[in-house]
Nanobody, 118 residues
Framework: QVQLVESGGGLVQAGGSLRLSCAASRSIGNINARAWYRQAPGKQRELVARITGDGSTTYADSVKGRFTISKNSAINTLYLQMNTLKPEDTAVYYC????????????WGQGTQVTVSS
């Protein structure tokens, strides 16, 4: 059993910054990718950023140049640095870890609220 615990969300004014953290309760093997998703009320969940095992990153067009995904494998932690926040970034943010080869599985964090005021 693996638990992903998120932290770092909160209230921030437009133009401000936040850093989200996602800590796994134990080391996870066979990781394909780590990612952050977000979901705003009345909207579909969307991929924000993804990082592969070799460190390659992918970002949604809406956050390119503002957000940075990173990881510290030694302490089983994933991060999302969010700069120059905009009101449209307001959402619940979820960390995700995809594992497996033939048999794949997704671990999800509990979600952390990010609210950006104008």
């Amino acid at each position: 059993q693996v638990q992903l615990v998120e932290s770092g969300g909160g209230l921030v004014q437009a133009g401000g910054s936040l850093r989200l953290s996602c800590a796994a309760s134990r080391s996870i093997g066979n990781i394909n990718a780590r990612a952050w998703y977000r979901q705003a009320p009345g909207k579909q969940r969307e991929l924000v950023a993804r990082i592969t095992g070799d460190g390659s990153t992918t970002y949604a067009d809406s956050v390119k140049g503002r957000f940075t995904i990173s990881k510290n494998s030694a302490i089983n932690t994933l991060y999302l640095q969010m700069n120059t926040l905009k009101p449209e970034d307001t959402a619940v943010y979820y960390c995700n870890i995809n594992v497996g080869y033939v048999r794949k599985y997704d671990y999800w964090g509990q979600g952390t609220q990010v609210t950006v005021s104008s």
